[in-house]
């Protein structure tokens, strides 16, 4: 009888040592680095309202400086919908720290696989602009033709996800392996673009990525329209090492953060 006592006090102890444990491995654990979280928000809500990067598809992402084997995703919804409460804490791999938010995107192998390869970027982008999309079927390379747009010169690859394994009827970057073969053909380059699909922006920072697939998105416009024009067209050439892509200067990363103030206050006056 005393040993039955004796059991059942230790089995209710170890229960309630167990509902403990449960409950602080089940329970959300909150993300990280809330002001990041609170930029990324706004990264969404102006690539979707402000700048018409992101139409109802699309994402970015933003690696967490404190943790950089960690980085914020929003959950699958449109960019332009996009709260706190919906951001994802994620690993390089493309998991989830919190193991219950499985509504991540298809496609978050993008975000994981550039961070993975490119220790420099702190920000993705993937979207679906349709100037973009018409230069990676088109046999006119996209050419530097603002003077925001030096990163151009670099050279912008294009990636054809059949020729690795992907699925031609989506084009999908849909398993690690296919992030992977895109981070290897970005290579250290800023931007590349995804034939019959889209693109991928990276930066140095949040708000330089945003500005990049801005002027990334503008540039292509303003070439397809100098082309129509009908006459020869003139393109902006750096000469070799002569100065290092906008945003990786001070005036750059200056005016890159001066747009972002803009944009983000736009943005705070949405309801
Ligand atoms: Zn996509």
Known sequence: MKSRTIFAAVTAILGFAGVIAFQRAGAAPGPANPALVEDLVAANRILAHEIAVLDAYGHVSARDPRNPNRYYLSRAISAGMVTAADVIEYDLDSKPIDPARSDGYLERFIHGEIYKA????????????????????????????????????????????????????????????????????????????????????????????????????????????????????????????ARPATGTTPAGAAANNRAWEYWKHRVSMEK
């Open 118 to 241: 490119r220790p420099d970027v702190m920000a993705v982008i993937h979207a679906h602009s349709p100037e973009l999309i018409a230069f990676a079927s088109s046999s006119v390379p996209l050419r530097n033709m603002i003077h925001t747009g030096s990163f151009i010169n670099d050279g912008i690859p294009i990636f054809d996800v059949r020729k690795f394994g992907g699925n031609a009827d989506d084009m999908l970057i849909r398993n690690p392996a296919l992030g992977k073969s895109l981070a290897q053909a970005l290579g250290s380059k800023t931007a590349i673009l995804m034939f019959g699909h889209g693109v991928a922006i990276t930066g140095p920072t949040l708000p330089t990525a945003v500005s990049n697939a801005y002027f990334l998105n503008m540039n292509a416009r303003v070439q397809e329209q100098a082309v129509r024009l009908g006459g020869s067209v003139s393109y902006l050439e750096r000469a070799p090492g």
